[in-house]
């Protein structure tokens, strides 16, 4: 059975940072192309940063350059660090696996395990 847990959303600052993270069970980082999506009320869920396999990355337009998506193969956890956050990033933030075989994908319809959200609001 696989499990991803989010943490480390919270309320900050405009320009402020924070770091989320996403510890999985039932399946190994390393293996598996893994993504942040964020949504907010009335949008479509919104692909923000992706890693394969192959350590190789992809992030949206909105992001790129403020945002960093990593993952830590010894703890078995991926973590997006968030800088220089704006209002326009104030979302539910959820993290998500699948097996894409070297693709870091930012479509949704592309992973099949998804975790509940966290929770980052900017102000």
């Known amino acids: 059975h696989v499990q991803l847990v989010e943490s480390g959303g919270g309320s900050v600052q405009t320009g402020g940072s924070l770091r989320l993270s996403c510890a999985p069970s039932?399946?190994?980082?390393?293996?598996?192309?893994m993504a942040w999506f964020r949504q907010s009320p009335g949008k479509e869920r919104e692909g923000v940063a992706a890693?394969?396999?192959?350590?190789?990355?992809s992030y949206s337009d909105s992001v790129k350059g403020r945002f960093t998506i990593s993952r830590d193969n010894a703890k078995n956890t991926l973590y997006l660090q968030m800088n220089n956050l704006k209002p326009e990033d104030t979302a539910m933030y959820y993290c998500?696996?699948?097996?894409?075989?070297?693709?870091?994908?930012?479509?949704?319809?592309?992973?099949?395990?998804w975790g509940q959200g966290t929770q980052v609001t900017v102000s």
């Open positions: 998500a696996a699948g097996f894409l075989l070297g693709v870091a994908s930012l479509s949704p319809s592309r992973y099949d395990n």
């Open positions: 890693i394969d396999s192959e350590d190789i990355t």
């Open positions: 039932g399946l190994s980082v390393s293996d598996f192309s």
